[in-house]
Nanobody, 124 residues
């Protein structure tokens, strides 16, 4: 079992920044690919970013590339999502997720554990 707890969401004006954090417990953190997804009511969960076990590779959705940066600190069992130049269309609940499989993925169905989510609201 893996427990994931997100923090750092909130309300920000367009053009502003937020940093999300997600702390994991319950399993060897360095064995997990970690991801961020987001969801708005009535829509499917959308891939945002993923970071591999060692942090050596990251991938981003086109909609956030160049604005968001994902990182991890394996000593602290924590991942981060630095979000800059935020837009109203970034408004969503953001979920931290962990994948125990060998290969990382953009598909939410491959992820094994999910946090409770944190709300990000960007006002225009």
């Amino acid at each position: 079992q893996v427990q994931l707890v997100e923090s750092g969401g909130g309300l920000v004006q367009a053009g502003g920044s937020l940093r999300l954090s997600c702390e994991a417990s319950g399993r060897t953190f360095s064995m997990l690919h970690m991801g961020w997804f987001r969801q708005i009511p009535g829509k499917e969960r959308e891939f945002v970013s993923v970071i591999t076990r060692t942090g050596g590779f990251t991938d981003y959705a086109d909609s956030v590339k160049g604005r968001f940066t994902m990182s991890r600190d394996n000593a602290k069992n924590t991942i981060y999502l630095q979000m800059n130049s935020l837009k109203p269309e970034d408004t969503a609940v953001y979920f931290c997720t962990a994948d125990t499989h060998m290969y990382w993925s953009r598909s939410p169905s491959t992820y094994d554990y999910w946090g409770q989510g944190t709300q990000v609201t960007v006002s225009s």
